[in-house]
């Protein structure tokens, strides 16, 4: 009888400290997964980066005559190139259950940042560079509702 008691005890906090411990990780989940908003946000600043780079392409055909336009557009492909990079860390780690590091955030702020500075620095009245400039934005934006929303 004493057996079936140490047993029914061990089972019993077994399970108590098992949700004990597991409501962090739920909680954890849930703000990595996000909720729709969170999604949204993060599906939009994809495929505006996404977007961004087919018109930037366009620009540089653009400004093609103009070296120092033709350096800028480089630099904020680049940018934007790192940019994605950085979402690609962010979403490996959300998807592989881990958290997100914020070095990658950073970096994908930082990339938008550089991109604008470039983009803002050409004297060109094509509107592939205000399409370009919009989509950025826009990106930007999205950005901002991941921080905001993703929490």
């Known amino acids: ?3 079936f008691f ?3 005890l061990a089972v019993s906090s ?5 949700q004990v411990f597991a409501a ?8 990595q ?31 093609a005559s103009d070296a120092a336009a033709s ?9 934007i190139d790192g940019a994605q990079g950085a979402i690609g860390v962010i979403a490996k ?8 590091p914020a070095e990658a955030r950073t970096q994908v702020q930082g990339n938008l ?17 205000q399409k370009a400039l919009t989509q950025l934005g826009n990106a930007e934006t999205a950005g901002e509702g991941v921080v905001n929303n993703c929490k």
């Open 93 to 100: 780690a959300l998807l592989t259950g881990q958290t997100a």
């Open 6 to 8: 140490a047993l029914v």
């Open 1 to 3: 009888m004493a057996r």
């Open 33 to 63: 997964i996000g909720d729709i908003q969170c999604n949204v946000d993060r599906l939009s600043i994809v495929a505006d980066l996404a977007a961004m780079q087919n018109t930037l392409k366009k620009v540089q055909t653009d400004v």
């Open 24 to 31: 962090p990780a739920r909680d954890l989940v849930a703000r």
């Open 113 to 129: 940042t550089a991109a604008h500075d470039a983009l803002t620095s050409i004297t060109s009245s094509s509107p592939d560079l």
């Open 14 to 18: 077994l399970l108590v400290g098992t």
């Open 71 to 79: 350096s800028s557009v480089q630099t904020a492909i680049d940018s």
